[in-house]
């Protein structure tokens, strides 16, 4: 039976992937995730796609304090009360009310990238998810796909960043759960579609440079999407009753 594997959340949209031994799956998804996210001078979201060395940065909280450390070892780390200038930031055609946060993370960051950044909070959390409140795949949809598309090694999973990841599935089999209610231990989601795939799936997920061609490979084995531009991998899903969930926890429709 398909079971809960592992949780990918970050503070920071684009950072390291964090994988807690267990997650608050809520009606805005896992609330700290995305939480923060980073913008340019010109307002706009800057992540993965525009810089995607963003995943040698580790981003955590603890007690009201954010905590990046960067690859040169130093680390930018203060309370996140101190909140600046509302900002409507453009999240792929979605307007998200933010408050800049006044500390160490603009100059960090800035440095960083080789450009000036902001380091922003949404206002709502679950605001910083791209389209729905969270993700799934199953190891084997990754397994099959670095297979057929003879991947190098083992496809890390980590380069699509999705929320939930499952052990125990058939490949492809979180699809066939489309629109279907699904339990994820004590919690119930309904899957929501699938997910467009974006640049980040090309990029190593621990340093962030192009390492494959995960787009060509997806289309060239699962065609494009017939309801939306791009091509698919992994499901979208909204929660219906929220819950704490571990990791190892039974995932199965409910409609079966």
């Given at each position: 039976?398909?079971?809960?594997?592992?949780?990918?959340?970050?503070?920071?949209?684009?950072?390291?992937?964090?994988?807690?031994?267990?997650?608050?799956?809520?009606?805005?998804?896992?609330?700290?995730?995305?939480?923060?996210?980073?913008?340019?001078?010109?307002?706009?979201?800057?992540?993965?796609?525009?810089?995607?060395?963003?995943?040698?940065?580790?981003?955590?909280?603890?007690?009201?304090?954010?905590?990046?450390?960067?690859?040169d070892g130093s680390v930018a780390a203060a309370p996140?009360?101190?909140?600046?200038?509302?900002?409507?930031?453009?999240?792929?055609?979605?307007?998200?009310?933010?408050?800049?946060?006044?500390?160490?993370?603009?100059?960090?960051?800035?440095?960083?990238?080789?450009?000036?950044?902001?380091?922003?909070?949404?206002?709502?959390?679950?605001?910083?998810?791209?389209?729905?409140?969270?993700?799934?795949?199953?190891?084997?949809?990754?397994?099959?796909?670095?297979?057929?598309?003879?991947?190098?090694?083992?496809?890390?999973?980590?380069?699509?960043?999705?929320?939930?990841?499952?052990?125990?599935?058939?490949?492809?089999?979180?699809?066939?759960?489309?629109?279907?209610?699904?339990?994820?231990?004590?919690?119930?989601?309904?899957?929501?579609?699938?997910?467009?795939?974006?640049?980040?799936?090309?990029?190593?997920?621990?340093?962030?440079?192009?390492?494959?061609?995960?787009?060509?490979?997806?289309?060239?084995?699962?065609?494009?999407?017939?309801?939306?531009?791009?091509?698919?991998?992994?499901?979208?899903?909204?929660?219906?009753?929220?819950?704490?969930?571990?990791?190892?926890?039974?995932?199965?429709?409910?409609?079966?």
């Open positions: 039976m398909p079971a809960v594997a592992r949780f990918n959340v970050t503070p920071v949209k684009g950072t390291a992937l964090l994988h807690p031994p267990a997650a608050a799956l809520t009606a805005v998804g896992v609330p700290e995730n995305r939480r923060f996210f980073l913008v340019d001078t010109d307002g706009l979201l800057y992540s993965g796609p525009r810089h995607g060395p963003l995943v040698r940065v580790r981003a955590t909280v603890e007690d009201g304090s954010l905590s990046c450390a960067f690859p996140t009360d101190a909140l600046g200038a509302e900002l409507l930031v453009d999240f792929y055609g979605r307007p998200v009310p933010t408050r800049e946060v006044a500390g160490p993370w603009a100059a960090a960051f800035s440095s960083y990238v080789g450009q000036e950044l902001r380091l922003v909070r949404a206002e709502q959390d679950g605001d910083g998810a791209d389209v729905l409140p969270l993700t799934i795949v199953s190891g084997a949809s990754v397994e099959d796909l670095g297979r057929r598309g003879a991947y190098p090694g083992t496809l890390d999973s980590r380069r699509f960043r999705i929320t939930i990841e499952l052990d125990g599935a058939e490949p492809y089999e979180e699809d066939s759960w489309d629109g279907r209610e699904v339990a994820v231990g004590d919690a119930v989601i309904r899957v929501a579609g699938q997910i467009p795939r974006c640049v980040v799936t090309t990029q190593d997920p621990t340093t962030g440079t192009h390492d494959w061609n995960t787009l060509k490979q997806i289309a060239t084995l699962r065609g494009p999407m017939q309801d939306r531009s791009g091509v698919p991998f992994g499901m979208y899903a909204v929660v219906l009753r929220s819950a704490t969930v571990p990791l190892g926890a039974t995932v199965a429709p409910l409609d079966v």
